[in-house]
Protein backbone atom coordinates (compact mmCIF):
# COMPACT_ATOMS: atom_id res chain seq x y z
CA UNK A 1 0.00 0.00 0.00
CA UNK A 2 1.40 3.51 -0.98
CA UNK A 3 2.15 5.55 2.37
CA UNK A 4 0.94 8.42 3.30
CA UNK A 5 2.22 11.96 2.05
CA UNK A 6 3.82 13.77 5.07
CA UNK A 7 3.92 17.28 2.62
CA UNK A 8 1.76 18.05 0.20
CA UNK A 9 2.60 20.71 -2.13
CA UNK A 10 -0.28 22.73 -4.08
CA UNK A 11 -0.57 25.55 -6.63
CA UNK A 12 2.40 27.02 -5.20
CA UNK A 13 3.56 29.95 -7.22
CA UNK A 14 6.06 32.43 -6.62
CA UNK A 15 6.59 36.04 -7.68
CA UNK A 16 9.05 39.03 -8.41
CA UNK A 17 7.18 42.39 -9.28
CA UNK A 18 10.26 44.44 -11.41
CA UNK A 19 9.92 47.57 -13.70
CA UNK A 20 8.96 45.12 -16.29
CA UNK A 21 6.14 43.34 -14.82
CA UNK A 22 5.26 40.37 -12.48
CA UNK A 23 7.40 37.31 -13.34
CA UNK A 24 6.07 33.83 -12.27
CA UNK A 25 9.44 32.62 -11.19
CA UNK A 26 7.96 29.29 -9.50
CA UNK A 27 3.63 29.03 -11.97
CA UNK A 28 1.55 26.21 -9.92
CA UNK A 29 3.75 23.77 -8.48
CA UNK A 30 2.60 20.37 -6.91
CA UNK A 31 3.82 17.70 -5.33
CA UNK A 32 3.50 15.49 -2.36
CA UNK A 33 6.53 14.46 -0.52
CA UNK A 34 6.44 10.71 1.25
CA UNK A 35 8.06 9.00 4.16
CA UNK A 36 11.23 7.17 2.69
CA UNK A 37 10.92 8.34 -0.18
CA UNK A 38 12.90 10.79 -2.71
CA UNK A 39 11.70 13.34 -5.18
CA UNK A 40 13.86 14.22 -7.71
CA UNK A 41 13.54 17.95 -9.40
CA UNK A 42 15.65 18.82 -12.30
CA UNK A 43 15.65 21.77 -14.81
CA UNK A 44 18.34 24.30 -16.22
CA UNK A 45 20.12 26.91 -14.54
CA UNK A 46 17.28 29.82 -13.22
CA UNK A 47 14.06 27.32 -13.97
CA UNK A 48 12.78 27.92 -10.38
CA UNK A 49 14.15 24.59 -8.26
CA UNK A 50 15.81 26.81 -5.20
CA UNK A 51 12.97 29.28 -4.99
CA UNK A 52 10.54 26.14 -5.06
CA UNK A 53 12.50 24.90 -1.87
CA UNK A 54 12.90 27.88 -0.57
CA UNK A 55 8.74 28.88 -0.82
CA UNK A 56 8.07 25.33 0.80
CA UNK A 57 9.76 27.33 4.38
CA UNK A 58 8.57 30.41 3.52
CA UNK A 59 12.48 31.89 2.84
CA UNK A 60 11.73 33.38 -0.26
CA UNK A 61 14.08 36.17 -0.45
CA UNK A 62 12.45 39.95 -1.01
CA UNK A 63 11.40 41.42 -3.03
CA UNK A 64 10.34 37.96 -4.04
CA UNK A 65 6.49 36.97 -2.80
CA UNK A 66 5.18 33.65 -2.23
CA UNK A 67 1.76 34.47 -4.63
CA UNK A 68 -0.21 31.78 -3.87
CA UNK A 69 -0.45 28.17 -2.93
CA UNK A 70 -0.43 26.05 0.27
CA UNK A 71 2.20 23.62 1.96
CA UNK A 72 1.06 20.84 4.56
CA UNK A 73 2.71 19.08 6.65
CA UNK A 74 0.45 16.52 8.34
CA UNK A 75 -2.34 18.77 7.08
CA UNK A 76 -1.44 21.97 8.41
CA UNK A 77 -0.30 24.58 6.13
CA UNK A 78 3.17 25.94 6.73
CA UNK A 79 2.27 29.17 4.21
CA UNK A 80 -0.59 30.53 6.98
CA UNK A 81 1.97 30.22 10.19
CA UNK A 82 3.05 32.92 12.68
CA UNK A 83 6.83 32.89 12.28
CA UNK A 84 7.54 31.58 15.43
CA UNK A 85 5.58 28.40 14.61
CA UNK A 86 7.19 27.99 11.42
CA UNK A 87 10.05 28.56 12.96
CA UNK A 88 10.09 25.28 14.91
CA UNK A 89 8.99 23.93 11.91
CA UNK A 90 12.48 24.63 10.29
CA UNK A 91 15.21 22.36 10.98
CA UNK A 92 13.21 20.49 12.91
CA UNK A 93 10.76 18.64 11.16
CA UNK A 94 12.15 20.09 7.40
CA UNK A 95 15.47 20.36 6.86
CA UNK A 96 17.87 21.77 4.47
CA UNK A 97 20.91 21.13 2.98
CA UNK A 98 22.65 23.88 -0.23
CA UNK A 99 25.28 23.26 -2.26
CA UNK A 100 27.70 25.49 -0.10
CA UNK A 101 28.10 24.70 3.17
CA UNK A 102 30.05 27.83 4.11
CA UNK A 103 27.33 29.92 3.44
CA UNK A 104 24.94 27.99 5.89
CA UNK A 105 27.65 27.13 9.03
CA UNK A 106 28.67 30.13 10.93
CA UNK A 107 32.73 30.34 10.64
CA UNK A 108 33.14 31.57 14.02
CA UNK A 109 31.95 28.45 15.95
CA UNK A 110 33.27 25.16 16.08
CA UNK A 111 31.38 22.76 14.23
CA UNK A 112 30.34 20.73 17.03
CA UNK A 113 29.06 23.57 18.78
CA UNK A 114 27.04 24.53 15.74
CA UNK A 115 25.23 20.86 15.51
CA UNK A 116 24.95 20.90 19.44
CA UNK A 117 23.00 24.12 18.98
CA UNK A 118 20.22 22.69 16.44
CA UNK A 119 19.34 20.32 19.24
CA UNK A 120 19.38 22.68 22.08
CA UNK A 121 17.16 25.22 19.84
CA UNK A 122 14.76 22.42 18.84
CA UNK A 123 14.67 20.07 21.59
CA UNK A 124 15.51 21.84 24.31
CA UNK A 125 18.61 19.83 25.11
CA UNK A 126 20.80 20.31 28.07
CA UNK A 127 24.24 21.84 26.77
CA UNK A 128 26.52 18.52 27.90
CA UNK A 129 24.08 16.11 25.46
CA UNK A 130 23.53 18.07 23.12
CA UNK A 131 27.41 18.18 22.58
CA UNK A 132 27.76 14.31 22.80
CA UNK A 133 24.67 13.91 20.81
CA UNK A 134 26.06 16.10 18.31
CA UNK A 135 29.85 13.87 18.19
CA UNK A 136 27.83 10.53 18.01
CA UNK A 137 26.25 12.16 15.23
CA UNK A 138 29.69 13.21 13.38
CA UNK A 139 30.67 10.17 13.46
CA UNK A 140 27.30 8.28 12.34
CA UNK A 141 28.02 10.76 8.76
CA UNK A 142 31.60 9.05 9.00
CA UNK A 143 33.72 12.07 10.64
CA UNK A 144 36.48 10.01 11.66
CA UNK A 145 37.79 11.39 15.16
CA UNK A 146 34.80 13.12 15.44
CA UNK A 147 35.67 14.01 18.64
CA UNK A 148 38.45 15.92 18.22
CA UNK A 149 36.74 17.45 14.80
CA UNK A 150 33.86 19.06 16.85
CA UNK A 151 36.29 21.62 17.81
CA UNK A 152 37.37 22.44 14.67
CA UNK A 153 35.84 25.43 12.69
CA UNK A 154 34.28 25.13 9.22
CA UNK A 155 37.88 26.75 7.51
CA UNK A 156 39.44 23.76 8.71
CA UNK A 157 37.47 21.12 7.09
CA UNK A 158 37.54 20.11 3.52
CA UNK A 159 34.23 20.70 1.30
CA UNK A 160 33.57 17.01 1.57
CA UNK A 161 33.93 17.19 5.41
CA UNK A 162 32.09 20.37 5.54
CA UNK A 163 29.10 18.55 3.50
CA UNK A 164 29.07 15.74 6.03
CA UNK A 165 28.90 18.31 9.03
CA UNK A 166 25.72 19.89 7.40
CA UNK A 167 23.81 16.52 6.65
CA UNK A 168 24.47 16.40 10.80
CA UNK A 169 23.34 19.00 11.47
CA UNK A 170 19.95 18.71 9.28
CA UNK A 171 19.56 14.91 10.56
CA UNK A 172 20.28 15.15 14.46
CA UNK A 173 16.45 16.25 14.99
CA UNK A 174 15.45 13.42 12.70
CA UNK A 175 12.76 14.79 10.65
CA UNK A 176 10.40 14.20 8.50
CA UNK A 177 11.64 16.09 5.16
CA UNK A 178 14.64 16.70 3.86
CA UNK A 179 15.58 19.42 1.25
CA UNK A 180 18.46 18.75 -0.42
CA UNK A 181 19.38 21.79 -3.02
CA UNK A 182 22.38 20.64 -5.05
CA UNK A 183 24.29 19.14 -2.26
CA UNK A 184 26.72 17.66 -4.24
CA UNK A 185 27.73 19.65 -7.10
CA UNK A 186 30.36 21.25 -5.21
CA UNK A 187 32.19 18.53 -4.40
CA UNK A 188 34.01 15.97 -6.79
CA UNK A 189 32.93 12.70 -8.07
CA UNK A 190 34.51 10.20 -5.57
CA UNK A 191 32.78 12.49 -2.83
CA UNK A 192 29.70 13.21 -4.55
CA UNK A 193 29.01 9.03 -4.78
CA UNK A 194 29.95 9.00 -0.87
CA UNK A 195 27.53 12.06 0.25
CA UNK A 196 24.88 10.53 -1.71
CA UNK A 197 25.57 7.00 -0.43
CA UNK A 198 25.29 8.84 3.01
CA UNK A 199 21.94 10.71 2.43
CA UNK A 200 20.58 7.73 1.36
CA UNK A 201 21.52 5.42 4.23
CA UNK A 202 20.33 7.98 6.57
CA UNK A 203 17.08 7.94 4.84
CA UNK A 204 16.60 4.37 5.04
CA UNK A 205 17.53 4.63 8.85
CA UNK A 206 15.15 7.55 9.50
CA UNK A 207 12.47 7.09 6.86
CA UNK A 208 12.79 10.81 5.74
CA UNK A 209 11.11 11.99 3.18
CA UNK A 210 13.42 13.52 0.53
CA UNK A 211 13.34 16.74 -2.18
CA UNK A 212 16.36 16.23 -4.22
CA UNK A 213 17.40 19.47 -6.41
CA UNK A 214 19.63 18.80 -9.29
CA UNK A 215 20.63 20.29 -12.72
CA UNK A 216 22.81 16.77 -12.70
CA UNK A 217 20.47 14.22 -14.31
CA UNK A 218 22.82 11.19 -13.92
CA UNK A 219 23.18 12.49 -10.37
CA UNK A 220 19.45 12.34 -9.87
CA UNK A 221 19.17 8.68 -11.67
CA UNK A 222 20.69 7.37 -8.42
CA UNK A 223 18.92 8.76 -5.80
CA UNK A 224 15.53 9.30 -6.83
CA UNK A 225 12.25 7.37 -6.93
CA UNK A 226 10.51 9.72 -8.85
CA UNK A 227 11.23 12.97 -10.72
CA UNK A 228 9.50 16.31 -11.55
CA UNK A 229 11.23 17.81 -14.86
CA UNK A 230 11.04 21.87 -14.53
CA UNK A 231 10.47 24.33 -17.07
CA UNK A 232 10.44 28.13 -16.53
CA UNK A 233 8.34 27.61 -13.29
CA UNK A 234 6.49 24.48 -14.10
CA UNK A 235 6.70 21.14 -13.80
CA UNK A 236 6.77 19.80 -17.64
CA UNK A 237 6.87 16.18 -16.78
CA UNK A 238 6.46 14.50 -13.20
CA UNK A 239 7.15 10.21 -13.59
CA UNK A 240 8.73 7.77 -11.98
CA UNK A 241 12.63 7.68 -12.44
CA UNK A 242 13.33 5.04 -14.36
CA UNK A 243 10.36 5.13 -16.72
CA UNK A 244 11.88 8.90 -17.11
CA UNK A 245 15.58 8.39 -17.74
CA UNK A 246 14.02 4.81 -20.16
CA UNK A 247 11.46 6.63 -21.76
CA UNK A 248 11.01 10.40 -21.40
CA UNK A 249 7.79 11.45 -22.70
CA UNK A 250 8.15 15.47 -22.53
CA UNK A 251 10.67 16.89 -25.58
CA UNK A 252 12.31 19.22 -23.34
CA UNK A 253 12.91 15.94 -20.87
CA UNK A 254 14.13 14.45 -24.16
CA UNK A 255 16.10 17.21 -24.74
CA UNK A 256 17.99 17.01 -21.30
CA UNK A 257 18.76 13.67 -21.31
CA UNK A 258 20.30 14.27 -25.38
CA UNK A 259 21.89 16.66 -23.72
CA UNK A 260 23.52 14.26 -21.15
CA UNK A 261 27.16 13.17 -21.82
CA UNK A 262 27.66 9.49 -22.82
CA UNK A 263 31.13 7.89 -22.55
CA UNK A 264 29.54 5.46 -25.47
CA UNK A 265 29.89 8.03 -27.88
CA UNK A 266 33.00 8.73 -30.10
CA UNK A 267 32.46 11.62 -31.50
CA UNK A 268 33.11 13.56 -28.38
CA UNK A 269 30.27 16.44 -29.15
CA UNK A 270 27.57 16.96 -27.31
CA UNK A 271 24.02 17.45 -29.01
CA UNK A 272 23.95 20.87 -26.81
CA UNK A 273 19.79 22.20 -26.77
CA UNK A 274 18.91 24.81 -28.81
CA UNK A 275 18.01 28.11 -27.69
CA UNK A 276 18.26 29.59 -24.20
CA UNK A 277 15.57 29.17 -21.02
CA UNK A 278 12.88 32.38 -21.57
CA UNK A 279 12.81 35.58 -20.01
CA UNK A 280 10.40 34.90 -17.37
CA UNK A 281 9.09 38.35 -17.76
CA UNK A 282 8.64 37.67 -21.65
CA UNK A 283 7.30 34.04 -21.85
CA UNK A 284 6.41 32.69 -25.45
CA UNK A 285 3.05 32.27 -25.87
CA UNK A 286 1.11 29.01 -25.65
CA UNK A 287 4.16 25.90 -24.21
CA UNK A 288 6.98 27.81 -22.85
CA UNK A 289 8.81 25.50 -24.72
CA UNK A 290 7.49 26.04 -28.18
CA UNK A 291 9.97 28.41 -29.12
CA UNK A 292 12.92 26.02 -28.44
CA UNK A 293 10.80 22.53 -28.69
CA UNK A 294 12.25 20.83 -31.75
CA UNK A 295 8.64 19.11 -32.29
CA UNK A 296 6.54 22.16 -32.26
CA UNK A 297 3.25 22.41 -34.34
CA UNK A 298 0.61 24.97 -34.73
CA UNK A 299 -1.24 24.16 -31.67
CA UNK A 300 1.66 24.59 -29.31
CA UNK A 301 1.91 28.79 -30.09
CA UNK A 302 -1.49 29.05 -28.59
CA UNK A 303 -2.46 26.21 -26.25
CA UNK A 304 -0.98 26.44 -22.80
CA UNK A 305 -0.52 22.85 -21.79
CA UNK A 306 -1.43 21.24 -18.37
CA UNK A 307 0.09 18.59 -16.91
CA UNK A 308 -2.21 15.30 -17.62
CA UNK A 309 -2.19 12.08 -16.75
CA UNK A 310 -0.26 10.07 -19.23
CA UNK A 311 -0.94 6.58 -17.20
CA UNK A 312 1.54 4.08 -15.63
CA UNK A 313 1.53 6.98 -12.85
CA UNK A 314 3.03 9.50 -15.10
CA UNK A 315 2.52 13.35 -15.83
CA UNK A 316 3.28 15.67 -19.04
CA UNK A 317 2.49 19.35 -19.77
CA UNK A 318 2.58 18.45 -23.62
CA UNK A 319 -0.66 18.95 -26.09
CA UNK A 320 0.80 16.42 -28.27
CA UNK A 321 1.89 13.47 -25.32
CA UNK A 322 -1.06 14.33 -23.66
CA UNK A 323 -3.97 16.22 -25.27
N1 LIG B 1 16.10 38.59 -6.51
C1 LIG B 1 15.49 38.26 -7.66
N2 LIG B 1 14.87 39.19 -8.41
C2 LIG B 1 14.24 38.89 -9.56
N3 LIG B 1 14.18 37.64 -10.06
C3 LIG B 1 14.79 36.66 -9.37
C4 LIG B 1 15.47 36.90 -8.14
N4 LIG B 1 15.95 35.73 -7.67
C5 LIG B 1 15.59 34.81 -8.57
N5 LIG B 1 14.90 35.35 -9.58
C6 LIG B 1 14.32 34.66 -10.75
O1 LIG B 1 13.87 33.39 -10.37
C7 LIG B 1 14.27 32.42 -11.30
C8 LIG B 1 14.46 31.10 -10.61
O2 LIG B 1 15.55 31.16 -9.72
P1 LIG B 1 16.07 29.86 -8.93
O3 LIG B 1 17.18 30.30 -8.05
O4 LIG B 1 14.93 29.19 -8.27
O5 LIG B 1 16.61 28.94 -10.11
P2 LIG B 1 17.28 27.50 -10.03
O6 LIG B 1 16.44 26.59 -10.87
O7 LIG B 1 17.51 27.12 -8.62
O8 LIG B 1 18.66 27.71 -10.79
P3 LIG B 1 20.12 27.08 -10.49
O9 LIG B 1 20.15 25.75 -11.17
O10 LIG B 1 21.05 28.05 -11.15
O11 LIG B 1 20.31 27.01 -9.02
C9 LIG B 1 15.52 32.99 -11.95
O12 LIG B 1 15.60 32.66 -13.30
C10 LIG B 1 15.35 34.48 -11.83
O13 LIG B 1 14.78 34.96 -13.03
MG1 LIG C 1 19.23 26.76 -7.50
Given at each position: ?????????????????????????????????????????????????????????????????????????????????????????????????????????????PVGDQIAEVL??????????AQ?AAI?MM??V????????A??????????????VM?AMA?I???????????????????????????????????????????????????????????????????????????????????????????????????????????????????????????????????????????????????????
Open positions: MPRQPVLEVRDLTVTFAGERGVARVVDGVSFDLTPGRTLGLVGESGCGKSLTALALLGLVPPPGRIAGGTVRLDGRDLLLLPEAELDAVRGRRVAMIFQEPMTALNPVFRVHAATPRRQEAARGIADAGARGDYPHQLSGGMRQRIMCRPDVLIADEPTTALDVTVQAQILDLMLEMQAEFGTAILFISHDLAVVSEVADEVMVMYAGRIVERSPAVSLFGAPLHPYTLGLLQSLPRVDRRTGRLPAMRGGVPDPCALPRGCRYSDRCPEVENKCRTRDPALNGAGAGRWVACVKVAP
